[in-house]
């Protein structure tokens, strides 16, 4: 079993990137597809007074379509980062493709999802109950091994999405029996890769806030003057200019953030299944090596 190359991983998606921009490029553009379709939905069924039954049914409907869409892109985008790095010879449309491993993969990002809202829902009820009986200390050491549970349960099931590539099939003990050898660097990458991915988010969200004051007051004056109909509304407010930038800001970052992170979780797999081969760095770095010896 091949030892796990940490610089190799975090590279492999940068590398991508620099081979093919083409690729990349039409996958910011189902991302932001992705993000203004979702956006239609919640605007276009949010438009109803707000506290009344019709309200609260059209909320839950454009709740649940826009998950469902979104769940759906993610699929797509999620099969073909892993094609891209399992099966480079399928370079064809940006490696995307409809069939059955996307189906899974839909059924994948969806159960994880859903786990996670359940969890979290559950925490926050659990929180709730017992914020008068234990200490904050205590609620805060019970969130902790919660998420550091949570943390481990993931990593293990993490390369899930290679093996369905791969191999054309879910096997969730296939991932749990493989990410047991690199389980530490695995989740120390992973954790290092979210956080900078969060702080990423948050930043363009605060730049992207910070320019909403100069667009605020016109395009409000011009927003007054437009028909009020709840699908123009919702295309309006869509397509104001801080939206737009900040939709844009987000699909190049999970573009580029689905290309590094199919990566490195490629990486991984190949290294744990003796596939991987070095890349021209590590092979140098052998060479050197075998001579010196």
Known sequence: MAAFPIRQAVLEGFG??????????????????????????????????????????????????AILTTTAFDAVLWAA?????????????AYLRLGNVELCMMGLVFSWALVVGLFGQALAIAATEVRLQISPFQILVGAGVGSLLGTMTFVRFVLTPAVLVDCNRVSLSKSWRLTGSVFLPLTGILAATQILRMAAHWLGRWLIA????????????WLNTQPHGALTSSLLQMTSAPQVVLDIYLAALGALGVAVAAGILTTAYQAVTGSLEPTGYDQTAKSASDIAG
């Open 210 to 221: 910070a320019l909403n004051g100069p667009f605020e007051h016109s395009g409000s004056a």
């Open 16 to 65: 991508l990137v620099r081979r093919q921009p083409g690729t990349i490029a039409i996958w910011f553009a189902l991302g932001l597809a992705k993000l203004l379709i979702a956006g239609a939905i919640l605007r276009w069924t949010t438009q109803s007074e707000y506290g009344s039954v019709a309200a609260l049914l059209s909320m839950a409907f454009g709740a649940g379509l």
């Open 81 to 93: 980062a892993f094609r891209a790095f399992l099966r480079p010879g399928e370079g064809r449309f």
